[in-house]
């Protein structure tokens, strides 16, 4: 994998040049000052607010296409029109706008951006060493860390990011890693170029909370507690338990204000916001009977699982999770590579759309986030192999729709409907074919990046050098 690589700009991650951001964009950061929140012994709810702004954009008509939409049967020989950073129309017969960029896709794909909901990109830097590989996503020093957010071990200029963006990914969540029970929260990014991390930031969108069950909390703390499954079992309910507590401190106060509010906890400020929903939780979990155990640990303390993750074992009991609304955040086909994923089977996606569970395509790995495409047509082939068939309009729905309504962003993002962001991608040809590659993606209706005009891709500052156009593309 060859990769097209500029030389060094100081301080500022380079903005595409592309056709729909002409004007100069608007910065990733703002420069002006923020509010001050006003006093620290009250919690600010938003502390590290998003400072991301959409890139300029224009007017644009991608035409004579098939439209995978994800809300609905697929569109062929449509057109999309995006204007003002939203999607304006969709369908058979839409009217351009006389100012628009006009693109004729005959022959090829249009489908909403790609969200996964399982990335560590930015907080694992590429390359790593020694020193910051793993560390930067995984507090390793307590099994309860819910007081860690992981947009602070992000690092912008990891140049994971354009490659992520070149595989139409447009949203990504970003989650701390999975050794301990409690990780701490995650955050939900925009693929967009940015000084900081806060110029990525998704406005609005929900903070998450990493919980892990099983062998890696196990291990990781094997010398020191909890050693066990059931030591786990009860280091959640242990830290749950402080939480509703702190919780219904906080609640009395901000009821009345009488007296000095509570001592702050920064832990158990974040645990508090999810017994409130304001926190949506993502767990980590490989096998079925543990999945149920942690769903009866969530109905004990009275808050809801928005998505298991890995879930090999998830098939086994697709219909708990329909019957509590949990989505699953899976793979195609991984397992059998420990104990705890010995019973993955590749059907496990297919099996979960048949029950009517809301299955979502994840990578949790940099190089598969660049193809979850690929990932979600080997799904849906194994589904009809084995007799669990599976269409492309509701396989497109596992990396789109499914995904957003995991982040609780499926009234922003995820399908092709009048209103929604214009992340867009054009592909090739059919996405669900290896070879089928995304030709241009669209954030909030700004082109960031064209594979027909290599000049002009994202490239992070953290790249030297300089790779001729005609040795190879950015992937």
Sequence with gaps: MRHHIVSLTVGLALVPLVQGAAQAPAARDTAKQLPMPGGTSVPNADPFPSTYRPYGSRPTVIRNVTILTAAGPTIRNGSVVLRDGKIEAAGRDVTAPPDAVVIDGTGKYVTPGIIDTHSHIGGGGVPGDQGAQLNDINEATSPVTAHVW??????????????????GVTTIQVLPGSANLIGGRSVVLKVVPSRTAQGMKFPGAKYGLKMACGENPKRVYAQRGPSTRMGNIAGYRAAWIQAEAYRRRWDKWNANHQGDPPTRDLGLETLAEVLRGNILVHNHCYRADEMVQMMDVAREFGYRIRSFHHGVEAYKIADLLARDSISASVWADWGAFKLEAA?????????????GVRAVMHSDDASGEQRLNQEAAKAMAEGNRIGVPVTEDEAIKWMTIHAAWALGLDDKIGSIEVGKNADVVLWSGNPFSVYSRAEKVWVDGAMLFDRLDPASQWRTDFELGFVPANRGGVR
Excluded: I, K, Y
Excluded at 150 to 167: C, I, K, M, N
Excluded at 343 to 355: S, Y
């Design 150 to 167: 992981v947009e602070h071990s992000v690092w912008p200029q990891d140049p994971q990011f354009p490659r992520t963006l070149a595989g």
């Design 343 to 355: 019973d993955g089977v590749r059907g496990n996606m297919a099996l979960l759309n048949r029950a």
